[in-house]
């Protein structure tokens, strides 16, 4: 499993006029070739009668699964621009159609391409781009005495507070990232004086808003 990965939060969707042309970009995160598949033809059922529908998608951890489809229009033109999109951005796990309604003035090969990539790039904008970081789930077993010192300390640490759970010792539940677990595991240690008992439960993705520094 990746320690982190970019991909789109969800679906989205961005409309622009170019030359007339109007340009519809849809965006959906799909972990499958399939639900990729998927997305293009329920975008298509709905444009029918649109000039083009292009489309073009990465999927798996090592972007292991490429696609692009021109869908009528000039080869290299649309769907090899969207693609090269989504792999600057870095993004995994994404599906992207564009739809076009022929406005009658003619782009050419480099205005297509610009058309298309600029929808594109919308298109994910306006969708907005989450970061997956895979954590770990720590569950620190401790006596009450110590619940208010590591609870005050675990809230105002990088690390966030899953849940807390009280039966005959009290059970603090946090996540923390993958490469951070035996810092994590040593703060702990020291803050109850090596009284706390700490174990290391499942792994799994948490999703920041990305934002460029």
């Known amino acids: 499993m990746l320690k982190r990965y970019k991909t789109v939060k969800g679906y989205g969707e961005f409309e622009l006029i170019i030359q007339k042309s109007k340009f519809i970009a849809y965006v959906e995160r799909t972990e499958t070739e399939e639900a990729a598949v998927e997305f293009i033809n329920k975008i298509k059922s ?3 009668s ?3 529908n292009c489309s073009a998608y990465l999927i798996g951890e090592h ?3 490429q696609k692009a ?3 009528g229009e000039p080869s290299g033109t649309a ?7 989504l792999k600057k951005q870095g993004l995994k796990d994404t599906t992207v159609v564009v739809t076009r309604y ?3 003035i003619k782009l050419g090969g480099g205005g297509l391409i610009r058309a298309y990539g600029k929808s ?3 298109g994910l904008k306006a969708t907005g781009i989450v970061e997956r970081i895979l954590h770990k789930e720590i569950i620190i077993t401790i006596d009450y005495t110590l619940l208010g010192k590591i609870e005050n300390e675990v809230r105002n640490s990088p690390y966030p507070l899953l849940d807390i759970s009280y039966t005959n010792h009290v059970q603090v539940i946090i996540h923390v990232p993958m490469d951070k677990v035996p810092k994590a595991i040593a703060w702990i240690t020291e803050l109850s004086n090596g009284q706390a ?3 290391e439960d499942i792994t799994l993705y948490r999703e920041l808003d990305f934002t460029e520094e």
């Open 46 to 48: 709905v444009h029918r």
């Open 50 to 52: 649109a000039t083009h």
């Open 63 to 65: 972007d292991e699964i």
């Open 69 to 71: 489809n021109d869908d």
């Open 79 to 85: 769907g090899v621009p969207m693609l090269e999109v």
């Open 102 to 104: 022929f406005g009658g």
């Open 120 to 122: 594109t790039s919308e």
């Open 197 to 199: 008992v700490i174990k």
